[in-house]
């Protein structure tokens, strides 16, 4: 029964169906460019799914005539002429694929050297030394001096040169709405431009295997204004410290980041005037108010999930190095967990209260309606958080 | 048992013959067409190890350093005695397919000879190396100089044993020149190992002091 | 039919004896008939296939959903890289070697392959050694490092495990075994094809056979290599991929993707070939384009060598470098095209049969034609920055490997299932299967192609909820159902053939090509007296000499090419077995630190070695009578 074949028309026609009804945008959507690299590798697909298209009907039209013109007759038993070949065929269909072959090759050694070329940094650009590590991403603003950590703050319209390196194993940088991604390698300085022409939040992903948390290992671009920008830099370049605050637990998450050892590893350029605390090689807490998302963009950083996150870091990213530091059972996880989040989240907010203050709530809102990463619903705003 | 005609049937198409195990379609016996295709396959092997080296050339991060440690004039003369070798190895097919056996036997086992006396030198280099204190976990040049020419050291010890193999093997059944071709896919063999020590001797050593 | 066997061949002592048996376990463990061999092969492929396509079940229910923990990460890593492993390493790649080894002699009237015990060696090589892989799960842990194990994923310092050690070893002992087995496949097609058969009459499956062993002697090296410096690194402290003394983990990628990219030519070539089998059999009409079909075949898989960096777009090698790459990807989809046009070539006037096989023929020209086109698109680098290391680029190889291949051979199973057993497959449930693997194998991937550009890479574990993903892998998800009915009524249907199959006889198909010129299944010897042949589809001429305007040739004409002395059938043998089981005790030994045992085994080794060479000709004669019997 040659009509078996049909049967594969099924699903493509369900997809198209769901097509029309599903959209195809999205903060890490290909389709949703927010900057002209993106904008251009998107230009770039739709131009070959156009030239595709023609190819697509020839080959199954062809195939559709010959099935039911050339279908073997019940009882039929003559032998079809034994044809070998035909030359002037086989030139038609060499030369028609090498035209196609032509038409797309122009754009895209165009646009290769276009969004490829190595980009000397100039003044209005804003510079980023990206490094790698599982699984988090340290970014250092060179020209302003200061190092932070998963949230990349550029001003909208502005040049973005992104250097790469790894400290540990491979990894790739991409922000799917800004453009496509390069590989971060060990011994290896790539460079990756983009501009993002709109602002908002704009998620990015690790693209390579790293092993552990690797699909855990996520970042947030945030595309300001040049004013709002700069003050982000300003309150980097001379971080406010608060060594007592009116907020009790603020307070008491201030002592605990030291009882705790938190200030071991993490660098927290708000906890004391004139001293480095921490090591360079973890992530850095400075201004952590500021975030949008905690270990490394997996959940909003709301206080609720700030907590989660402290208690028990495996539950929300299996596999990473976030020590465990209370026991399960022990009665003061939560309320000391909490007071830690609390301290976190006052660290450079223009507000000390509990609930994470306007800055940082105002881009979680922003965000997106995402839940949280288990799939359940986010609790609380940062606004409003209990 | 029927009583065939003599089957000396070539066909004309393409250029076949009858042979003891079967009818063949070209002139060339099975274990010379199977000794030529593993070479090519071989090239690669050896192209990968030496392209490795190039690609961690001048990388190393500490010494020493390849200067430090190569002596051209000493692996010159073990360069020579390889060479030499294969001229030995020609004579020894030479003789094999002239039935001459005694002369076969001691050409074979004069390749044999250079190809250890040229082992010799690559043990001497190497224990002088390491007395130098490059290890194949010093540096980069440690370890893909000791990794490209051992593997090619290997692959010298087996022709060695392979030869003497044959050597052995002479004294133990008829051997006569209708056993050629199986001497002559040795020599290919060893042939091909020179040749690779042709390429490593240059790009590792001559290229340092040019 | 009278057989007379001598032993008349002087052999040296030795402390093995060439076995006899006919049957039983110790005749396959011991056979080189390439007819066992390939079915050994055929039957551990889907073996394997039938593993891999478990592991990605588990893969796809844990996708469904995101954020769920079904499997932990772990474990997820350990899952997708078995199943490119076993799939490309274990399954695909062996089950055309395995067809490869049952039909190449007889399409070209051969006996056997040039070196029967070597093929022997091949076949448990690579059982063992995908064996050993799968000990893994068993012992530690499987590699969790995704199939191209990229450096210094693979150091001891990120994986200390030994599940890297299994994938390093396992992957360079089967690596031999293939490698051996396409030298041979060269010997043989080039030395034993049959009198009158030129290269360019050969049936073009052979001409794909030749050509994708060519691939594997050149590409198999730099794989080895590459796993060699792993071993070296990992078991005696060499710095190969030690960024902190210096090296360039970018090095593991060019040696492996200089072996990676030829590698999918060499699993598609034999597909190739066997479409280009199929159709013209069951269009009743010559391959449209023979010649055309050869040379785009040689010119893809030089060009093949050239187009390895495309698999680095990602990696900053600058625009000059990817501008070349990019180049010569798009040139090598124009004979890749031309192939296409020369099939449909071949079915327009045909008088065209829809059997199982030609569904998936149908399937194939479909499929791999979607997976052309989207390799198209990620042969642009500007577009491949957003589509690499995405579900867009799994969507791509899938279909070209999935649709292009595992289609194919599952439409070759159909359609040479006969020959191998003498019994059919059940066309009916044949067909139903058909369905439900393609519009299963469709509806899994095609929204993968959605995914990807949607922003989700692979390898992930789970997925970030409300970018839009949900809906795409929920429907993934739900294929592999379909999917999987369609693989278990393949499955079940084999089995029943086995025993209940309608006798299929010699030529069911009214095929073209000599394997269907003696019975089936065909005696050892393959054929009683020695074809000859004076044009392309041999057996075609033979049957409608007229249609192709030739003159039939005289079956006698076989008995000149005759030895005198029979029909020389090639002796079992132990030592290819041993020398594999030596191989293999020996990486155990490598692996966990045990120099005396891999001593030992060296040792052994190299026993068998020699035994293999002294072990002397063996085999028999056989004179089968003219009466009625084969061509």
């Known amino acids: ?386 | 048992m029927s009583a065939h005609a003599a089957v000396t049937t070539h066909d004309a198409a393409t250029g076949g013959i009858v042979t003891e195990s079967g009818f063949r379609s070209t002139r060339l016996p099975d274990v010379k067409l199977l000794m030529w295709v593993f070479l090519a396959s071989d090239c690669m092997f050896f192209g990968s190890l030496i392209g490795t080296y190039l690609a961690y050339h001048n990388r190393s991060l500490t010494g020493p350093f390849p200067v430090d440690v190569l002596d051209i004039p000493l692996t010159t003369v073990s360069t020579f005695v390889l060479l030499m070798s294969s001229f030995l190895m020609v004579l020894a097919l030479h003789a094999l397919r002239n039935d001459d056996i005694p002369k076969f036997r001691l050409w074979t086992l004069g390749v044999a000879v250079f190809g250890s006396i040229f082992l010799g030198f690559q043990v001497y280099e190497f224990v002088h190396f390491v007395n130098a204190g490059l290890s194949i976990h010093q540096n980069l040049f440690g370890t893909t100089f000791f990794i490209l020419t051992g593997t090619h050291g290997i692959h010298v010890t087996v022709g060695v044993l392979w030869l003497l193999s044959i050597l052995v093997a002479s004294y133990r059944r008829p051997t006569s020149s209708k056993d050629a071709v199986y001497l002559e896919i040795a020599g290919l063999y060893w042939h091909f190992v020179d040749i690779v020590w042709i390429v490593i001797f240059t790009v590792v050593y001559l290229v340092e002091f040019v | 039919m009278a057989t007379t066997t001598h032993a008349d061949h002087k052999v040296a002592s030795q402390l093995l004896r060439r076995p006899t048996w006919r049957n039983g376990i110790g005749s396959w463990l011991t056979t080189v008939d390439h007819k066992r061999l390939g079915i050994l092969y055929i039957l551990t492929s889907f073996t394997f296939m039938g593993a891999a396509s478990i592991e990605a079940f588990i893969m796809r229910l844990q996708l469904m959903r995101p954020g769920q923990q079904l499997v932990s990460p772990d474990t997820f890593n350990q899952l997708f890289t078995m199943h490119g492993v076993t799939m490309v390493f274990l399954a695909i790649m062996p089950l055309a070697i395995g067809f490869a080894n049952y039909f190449v002699p007889l399409q070209i009237g051969a006996r056997d392959l040039a070196f029967p015990r070597l093929n022997s060696f091949g076949y448990w090589v690579y059982a063992m050694g995908g064996l050993m892989i799968y000990t893994s799960f068993f012992l530690g842990g499987a590699p969790d490092v995704g199939w191209v194990a990229y450096a210094p994923l693979t150091s001891l310092s990120a994986n200390p495990g030994l599940g890297v050690d299994f994938y390093m070893f396992g992957l360079f002992i089967s690596g031999i075994g293939t490698t051996a087995t396409a030298m041979n496949l060269i010997v043989t097609i080039v030395n034993m094809r049959a009198p009158g058969m030129t290269f360019m009459r050969m049936p073009v499956f052979v001409w794909m056979m030749l050509v994708t062993s060519f691939m594997i002697i050149f590409a198999f090296p730099p794989l080895t290599i590459a796993l060699l410096q792993v071993i070296l690194d990992r078991t005696f402290g060499t710095l190969f991929y030690v960024p902190a003394m210096g090296a360039l983990p970018i090095l593991w990628q060019h040696l492996f993707w200089i072996f990676g990219h030829p590698e999918v030519y060499i699993i598609i070539l034999p597909a190739f070939g066997m479409i280009s089998e199929m159709i013209p059999t069951f269009a009743r009409k010559p391959l449209f384009g023979y010649p055309v079909m050869v040379l785009a075949s040689i010119l893809i898989a030089f060009m093949g060598f050239a187009v390895w960096t495309h698999h680095m777009f990602t990696t900053g090698l600058g625009p000059v470098v990817n501008t070349a790459f990019s180049l010569t990807s798009f040139i090598i989809g124009i004979p890749t095209g031309v192939k296409i046009f020369n099939w449909l070539g071949t079915l327009w006037g045909g008088s065209i049969r829809f059997t199982v096989s030609t569904l998936y023929c149908i399937a194939f020209l479909i499929t791999f034609t979607l997976g052309g086109i989207t390799g198209i698109m990620v042969a642009m680098p500007t577009f491949d920055a957003q589509a690499h290391d995405t579900y867009f680029v799994v969507a791509h190889f899938h279909y070209v490997m999935g649709g292009g291949a595992l289609l194919t051979f599952l439409g070759a199973l159909y359609y040479w299932f006969p020959k191998m057993t003498g019994k059919m497959l059940n066309e009916a449930v044949g067909k139903w299967a058909f369905a439900f693997v393609a519009v299963g194998f469709h509806m899994i991937f095609f929204p993968q192609h959605i995914a990807g550009l949607l922003g989700m890479p692979r390898r992930i574990q789970t997925y970030p909820a409300g970018i839009g993903l949900e809906v795409w892998n929920f429907m993934s998800t739900f294929g592999t159902f379909i999917m999987a009915v369609g693989l278990v009524l393949v499955f079940g249907s084999v089995i029943y053939g086995l025993r209940k199959g309608r006798p299929a006889g010699n030529d069911p198909w009214d095929a073209r090509t000599l394997e269907w010129a003696t019975t089936s299944p065909p005696p050892y010897y393959n054929f009683d007296t020695q074809p000859v042949v004076n044009s392309i589809d041999a057996f075609w001429a033979d049957k409608y000499p007229e249609s192709l305007h030739v003159e039939r040739v005289d079956p006698a004409e076989g008995r000149k090419y005759e030895g005198s002395h029979g029909i020389h059938v090639p002796g079992q043998s132990w030592y290819p077995i041993l020398a594999s089981s030596a191989i293999i005790v020996g990486s155990y030994g490598l692996m966990y630190d045990n120099w005396i045992l891999a001593i030992v085994s060296g040792f052994f080794f190299i026993f068998t070695i020699f035994g293999w060479a002294f072990e002397g000709v063996g085999g028999h004669h056989v004179h089968p009578e003219v009466e009625g019997h084969g061509a």
């Open chain 1, 1 to 386: 029964m040659p009509i078996r074949w049909m049967w594969r028309a099924l699903p493509v026609a369900l997809i198209t169906l769901l097509l029309s009804g599903c959209s195809l945008d999205g903060p890490q959507s290909t389709f949703s460019p927010a900057g002209p690299v993106a904008a251009e590798q998107l230009d770039l697909f739709m131009w070959t799914w156009y030239l595709s298209i023609p190819v697509m009907l020839l080959v199954g039209g062809v195939l559709v005539y010959v099935i039911v013109r050339y279908r073997r007759r019940r009882n039929d038993d003559t032998i079809p002429g034994q044809t070998h070949g035909n030359v002037l065929l086989e030139i038609a269909w060499t030369t028609i694929p090498v035209i196609i072959v032509i038409l797309v090759a122009v754009p895209t050694v165009r646009s290769i050297f276009r969004l490829q070329s190595f980009v000397e940094a100039g003044d209005s650009d804003v510079v980023v030394n990206v490094t790698g590590h599982q699984w988090w991403w340290a970014f250092e603003y060179p020209q302003h001096g200061f190092t932070t950590a998963n949230d990349m703050h550029v001003p909208v319209g502005a040049k973005i040169i992104l250097h790469l390196d790894s400290a540990d194993v491979l990894h790739a940088f991409w922000a799917p709405r800004l453009g496509g991604k390069v590989d971060l390698i060990p011994n290896q300085d790539n460079q990756l431009w983009l501009q993002a022409d709109e602002e908002g939040v704009f998620y990015g992903q690790c693209a390579e295997l790293c092993l552990g948390a690797h699909a855990y290992m996520r970042f947030r671009i945030v595309v300001q204004s040049q004013d709002e920008y700069e003050s982000w830099v300003a309150s980097f370049q001379a971080p406010e410290v608060q060594l007592v605050s009116s907020d009790p637990l603020v307070s008491q998450g201030r002592q605990l980041v030291a009882s705790k050892g938190c200030i071991g590893c993490h660098t927290i350029d708000n906890y004391a005037e004139g001293v480095t605390v921490g090591q360079p090689n973890f992530p850095n807490l400075t201004n952590f108010g500021l975030r949008t998302s905690v270990g490394a963009g997996v959940l909003d950083a709301t206080l609720d999930n700030v907590t989660a996150w402290i208690a028990d870091p495996q539950s929300v990213k299996p596999g990473n190095r976030m020590p465990t530091l209370w026991t399960e059972n022990d009665p003061n996880r939560d309320a000391e967990a909490r007071a830690i989040a609390a301290y976190l989240l006052s660290l450079g907010a223009t507000d000390t209260a509990a609930d994470g203050g306007g800055h940082a709530a105002g881009l979680i809102a922003d965000a997106s309606t995402t839940p949280n990463v288990d799939g359940t619903a986010r609790v609380g705003t940062a606004a409003g958080g209990n």
